[in-house]
């Protein structure tokens, strides 16, 4: 079991930057996949972006690819998503999710069993 919880939302210009951050409360989470996903308004939640357990791979929702970073501390059981150059089709929740490993990692597939409540990220033009 995990807990997941982030903050960082907020509303911000377009061309700004946002730094989300997840933390995880529980036990194994360095043998987590970890993934950020989004929930546009009148949207289904989407893949965004996608971590291996140590890191050393990654993955992205093409509209983020170059934008956005997603990054973990495994000693803080901590996740991280940098956001820059934001733009209106950004805004969503955006919730933080944890993929006990199953099979062959796959991140842009991935098939969270845990998830974080969310935050909302605006952002105006």
């Known amino acids: 079991q995990v807990y997941l919880v982030e903050s960082g939302g907020g509303s911000v210009q377009a061309g700004g930057s946002l730094r989300l951050s997840c933390e995880a409360s529980g036990r194994s989470f360095s043998t987590y996949r970890m993934g950020w996903f989004r929930r546009a308004p009148g949207k289904v939640r989407e893949f965004v972006a996608g971590?291996?357990?140590?890191?050393?791979?990654?993955a992205y929702l093409d509209s983020v690819n170059g934008r956005f970073t997603i990054s973990r501390d495994n000693a803080k059981s901590a996740a991280y998503l940098q956001m820059n150059n934001l733009g209106p089709e950004d805004t969503a929740v955006y919730y933080c999710?944890?993929?006990?490993?199953?099979?062959?990692?796959?991140?842009?597939?991935?098939?969270?069993?845990?998830w974080g409540p969310g935050t909302p990220v605006t952002v105006f033009s």
């Open positions: 971590i291996s357990p140590d890191g050393s791979s990654r």
């Open positions: 999710a944890a993929e006990w490993p199953k099979g062959v990692m796959v991140l842009r597939a991935m098939d969270p069993d845990y």
